[in-house]
């Protein structure tokens, strides 16, 4: 059995318990040296050594993972999990068939209850929609747990002491907690529904087990690669029986650098003053590179769609992929969407949420995307999604997928409005990089100045973000690792292919459903910082956060149909400003 040790992530006698048994389940047929735990990597302490660690990102989907490749010799510390099984049903029994088969027929299903459902929003090659029904309460879901992840050799035997992770309960955050996002669930899937309101006649269901653990709030407890390890081995308490083994692949002279860095140039040279002109057009480079700063493409060029998505992609840098992983904003994987993009928006002292719908033609039919404008919006702003935009969205409804063979470009050009008003522009481009066992985004933002050599800015009416916000959790970490709030507007516009795309309504959703938000959500000053900013009455501001509303409301503006933003395309027209110039409760 493995000695007890300084296990730096362990506090308390219920994780000190967890990581002996764990380490005992792993350990009690390992050869006698495997029982020396410091010969073999585990980190007692932080002052060990003075490497630094690479954040492991773990994906297994019904069982099993694709080998990981990892640098020989690197320590690594468990930064995210993604754990996926899916069962399917020709009956609709809800998720009771993820009880009888698959990875999770073994964990503790009592108290599972559904919640709420929504319906993609455009149908599928047929013709038809898919509802998603999600569900959670199970007690696998609720209780704390622990994850233990071990070293193998090439004969299964354990070569290293585990680390070990706690995940937490649901409902309350604990000091002890490894992860910041902690989002376990159970969707249930129907497809081939007639329209998105009638699924009568339906006749295939899918059920999905989802485990989501990302954001280590510290890069402890690590661990060095044993020079003999061939996999990894992930175990859990909250569904014991279950054993995970993960092949590894060591490279000893990688092409590339852990890490992942975006550089951006403005190729137009301003003028004799210092600043740009209205109506002027600028052109950008966008260049990604690895940690140590080598390019991961040529100069001029970035690789098509294809060759990322089912090429080679030794770089490992990404391009959306939400035609083959659904995603949910907070139910479903939306980190996993990885798109790379990039929009440009000013002045800064205008910035504000975006109401404006983008519509689908456009998004199918052009490269760089009139996001808003001054006239409509108060502010001026477009984006562009690589390799292009239109290739990429375009090449998803083209049946012979032409878009996607289509190689790309690092340049583009955005065209300054003729009536730009002076200031401070911003340009932000957001990227993520999969590469050798680590997950990482990463997003660069660059000032260029219009009319004035001035910079100028806006006081944001929201705030006090890092009172969760704090260490792994902190929002240079989380999500596109970008603490600018004022930047997040631009890419945040609602879409015709994706209408609960507006920040105002992702910060309320998912804020109104995680338990362990700790604050009272109708307290809106806990964010809030002016009566001002929670006074623009529509469905998607209100319906993003409530449920449902009064009766009336229903007779007077048609049933809540989406749980993101209320309704469909009317969600985003402000309904009065009249009614509804205060919140109960709301501190403002």
Known sequence: MVERARWSVVTGKTLRAAALVGAATLGCDAPEAARS???????????????????????????????????????????????????????????????????????????????????????DAAGKFTRSRFYTGALWMTLPSVVLLGQLDEDGHPIAAPIVMSIGSDGQRQPGDHFFVRRLRAIQRTLGCPTPTDCTGATGFEEEAVVELR????????????????????????????????????????????????????????????????????????????????????????????????????????YYQGFFDPTWVYWRRKHRERTFIAHFMGPAQNVRPIHSIVPLDQILSEDVQQVA?????????????????????????????LGWAEPGSDTFSVQLPANAPPGTYRLTTKARRVYHGEDLAFTRTIEVQVGTATPTSKTLETGNCQSCHSEGGSLAAVLHRNPNRGTCYGCHAPLGVEYDAPIHSRVHFIHSRSNRFDAQVKQCDTCHLTAASIQRTSKSACLSCHTSYPQSHVAAFGPVSSIYVGGQAESFTQCTGSCHTTHPSSGL
């Not at 044993?226 to 990894?232: F, G, K, Q």
């Not at 919006?377 to 998803?396: C, H, I, N, S, Y």
Request: hydrophobic letters at 40%; proline letters at 8%; aromatic letters at 10%.
């Open 215 to 318: 954001n280590a709030l510290k890069q402890t407890p690590s661990f060095a690669l044993h020079p003999a390890t061939a996999a990894l081995e992930l175990r859990w308490t909250a569904n014991p029986l279950q054993r995970w083994v993960i092949p590894v692949e060591q490279e000893t002279d990688p092409e590339y650098a852990y890490g992942f860095q975006i550089d951006v140039d403005v190729l137009t040279p301003p003028g004799p003053d210092g600043w740009f002109l209205p109506g002027q057009e600028l052109t950008f480079r966008v260049t990604l590179r690895d940690g140590e700063g080598n390019r991961l493409h040529p100069e001029g060029s970035l690789p098509s769609y294809n060759d990322v998505i089912f090429g080679d992609n030794e770089a490992g840098f990404q």
């Open 373 to 401: 404008t001054l006239e409509q919006d108060g502010l001026f702003d477009v984006w562009k999604v690589f390799p292009t935009t239109d290739g990429v969205f375009g090449g998803a409804f083209d049946p012979q997928h």
């Open 37 to 123: 735990p410091e010969l073999f990597g585990v980190r007692w302490d932080d002052d060990d050594d003075d490497a630094e660690p690479i954040g492991l990102a773990i994906d297994l989907k019904n069982g099993t993972s694709a080998p990981l490749r990892l640098h020989a010799g690197a320590r690594f510390f468990l930064e995210q999990v993604d754990i996926s099984t899916v069962v399917t049903s020709a009956v609709d029994e809800g998720v009771k068939g993820l009880d009888l088969s698959g990875d999770f027929a073994h964990a503790l299903w009592l108290g599972t209850k559904f919640v709420e459902q929504e319906t993609a929003q455009l149908p």
